[in-house]
T-cell receptor, first 113, second 113 residues
């Protein structure tokens, strides 16, 4: 079992460019999440998907969109990247229930210049 | 919104020492989770706690769910060099929507020079 995988591992974008961060899990979890981690800020929830076909906003959704492609995959899209979106992005998944015991991927380090 | 106060922010350890850290809030939580993050990696789940007063161990790590439901503690006994990293607490508030985990800002463990 690979657990939660994320691609790419690193990315540099210019302001205004778009990109999609990919996430997949092989644990048959119903719920998936996208977080960003900034120095001194801890982990902040961007969007989550309680189950296939549903998505909801988290604490910091502005500038992002998500797609729950199927039960395994949950992607995060930046339509027009801004320097404020420079961060480390983590995908996580959990069994059905209320967000407990989330398991994290290795992260994508994104720099927007 | 709800916040978790994690302390200390950082600490230095000498091999063999016991280490304690805690997480507090002004609000109650239904679940407490403790994660460890190594540099360049995603957070890894260490211990999950589901009931007030619960005491759970994972090897040299022991965590407790506070009786008031507003705090949690993590102890590491006989620390070793590979214990260095950042430890995060996370709590799930009652009545929260799916995915609603609140994260502390972390306790950074370093080796004493």
């Amino acid at each position: 079992n690979a657990g939660v995988t994320q691609t790419p591992k690193f990315q540099v974008l210019k302001t205004g460019q778009s990109m999609t961060l990919q996430c997949a899990q092989d644990m048959n979890h119903n719920s998936m999440y996208w977080y960003r981690q900034d120095p001194g800020m801890g982990l902040r929830l961007i969007y989550y998907s309680a189950s296939e076909g549903t998505t909801d906003k988290g604490e910091v959704p502005n500038g992002y969109n998500v797609s729950r492609l199927n039960k395994r995959e949950f992607s995060l899209r930046l339509e027009s990247a801004a320097p404020s979106q420079t961060s480390v992005y983590f995908c996580a998944s959990s069994e059905a229930g209320r967000g407990r015991e989330q398991y994290f991927g290795p992260g994508t380090r994104l720099t927007v210049t | 919104g709800q916040q978790l106060n994690q302390s200390p922010q950082s600490m230095f350890i000498q091999e063999g020492e016991d280490v304690s850290m805690n997480c507090t809030s002004s609000s109650i939580f239904n679940t407490w989770l403790w994660y460890k993050q190594d540099p360049g990696e995603g957070p890894v789940l260490l211990i999950a706690l589901y009931k007030a007063g619960e005491l759970t161990s994972n090897g040299r790590l022991t965590a407790q769910f506070g009786i008031t439901r507003k705090d949690s503690f993590l102890n590491i006994s006989a620390s070793i060099p590979s214990d260095v990293g950042i430890y995060f607490c996370a709590g799930q508030p009652p009545g929260g929507s799916q995915g609603n985990l609140i994260f502390g800002k972390g306790t950074k463990l370093s080796v004493k020079p």
